[in-house]
């Protein structure tokens, strides 16, 4: 059998041949391209060493290039040392010339200290030297002297002495005089603060002068009634009222006249009653009288109740109540008693406060000051004396009792609420309109202060104010100076003085200002 015939020998012969074939051709492929990997290694070894020598030339001249910068600043920053040391070597001379020059101006001073040092101790010497002698010579004399004068040196020294404890207590004297008037100067204007601080604090109603009271009358014809029957209706009204009726040409009126103002109320609210009862004949008159009486007394105990009220007064007697509703019926000087007994509590009250005394005591001495006035026209003596019994009969305070006694210096005044019921009365008095003086005379003199004022140089406004007691002066900046503002204020004041007439005192202030304005637009 021939062995190549076989078709499994072929296929394996065959494949034999063909994979070394593709081993020998494999090793062909791989040494072609270990040959090519080797030409690219060598080239890119090549490559990198010019690359390499390259960089190195770059690095190399850029090291020179950095090294050329460092050495260009340190040069520059040795040269600024350099100056800086120079600089320095000079302060450094400059001040060492200072010192040597100051150091031989020590030397020259210690020098001349040392000469005037031993100067002073040969003047010392010498002093001494004459100092001795002087004693020597004070003492030969103090002999000689004692001699003449027949006195001693104790004797001498005693004289001396007195003589200087004389003057010491004249010195001692004068100043203590100056501090007294000082002490009161500063009183008086403490009291005139506390005393305005008191008036601003307090306003008071003004009271009208009343003598007379006024009926109004529906018609003239009831003039007639009011008469009566030969004039039999009036007599029986002023024989049961006491008050005279005045019945004249004004019409629609009548007039009541009378010195008792409680009996002239009386008149007043029984005729208006009779009126618009329209039934008038004596017996009439009398019951509506008796009527009109007893409604008044509650009438007065009422108001004398709320006065304790609204100051604050407990435990008064109701017979002081009653009393004090009396004078709301009773005028001094054409002011209201009543009312003017509660502004002189109020305004107590307001100075005890300032001054650190007992309130509720001082309002209460205040309301209570006038009491005596409620009987005054049927009791002998002065309403102070008389209102100073009647408290002390219904039992109020000792300190009370004494103020009212003391309010019109009919007894000395002993305590501070004496003197601040005095002070409150006369400023309740005072005050514009509250007494007798007219509102017209009031005006004319403001408006004479004013006139006076204004008619000297410089001056542009005055006004009159608390009450006529303090006037207000603004002046021209440009005509009247600071220093001539005191010497203004003078001359106003003895104007005043020698022409007008007022009570008490008038301060004269002159202010003077400055003002500059401008407007932002």
Partial sequence: MDPL?????????????????????????????????????????????????????????????AAYQIKQAL???????????????????????????????????????????????QQEVEWQEKHKEIDTLISKKRYELAQLAGISQEEAKKMLVDSMESEARMEAAKKLVRIENEMKMEADRKGKNILALAISRYAGDYVADRTVSMVPLPSDEMKGRIIGREGRNIRAIEAATGIDIIIDDTPEAVILSGFNPVRREVARLSLLQLISDGRIHPGRIEEVVEKMTKELEVTMREAGEQATFDVGAH?????????????????????NVLQHSLEVAFLCGIMASELGVDVKMAKRAGLLHDIGKAVDHEVEGSHAIIGRDLAKKYGEPEQVVYAIGAHHEEQPPTSVIDILVQSADALSGARPGARKEMLQS???????????ANGFNGVEKSYAIQAGRDLRIIVDSGKVKDEDAALLSQDIARSIESKLTYPGQIRVTVIRETRAVEYAK
């Fill in 5 to 65: 015939s076989h078709p499994y020998l072929l296929v394996f012969i065959g494949l034999f041949v063909g994979t070394f074939l593709g081993i020998y051709f494999r090793k062909l492929v791989i040494e072609g391209h270990e040959k090519n990997i080797k030409i690219q290694s060598n080239q890119i070894i090549e490559n990198a060493i010019v690359e390499a020598e390259q960089l190195k030339k770059e690095a190399l001249l850029q090291s020179k290039e």
């Fill in 75 to 121: 040069e520059a920053e040795l040269k600024t040392e350099r100056s800086e040391f120079k600089e320095e070597q000079q302060q450094l001379k400059r001040k060492r010339d200072s010192l040597k020059r100051e150091w031989d101006s020590f030397d020259r001073k210690q020098t001349e200290l040392y000469n005037s040092e031993r100067l002073i101790k």
């Fill in 315 to 335: 435990g008064v007697h109701v017979e002081l109540i009653n009393l004090l509703g009396r004078l709301k019926y009773r005028t001094s000087y054409g002011q």
């Fill in 442 to 452: 009031y005006v004319k003199r403001l408006e004479d202060l004013e006139a006076i």
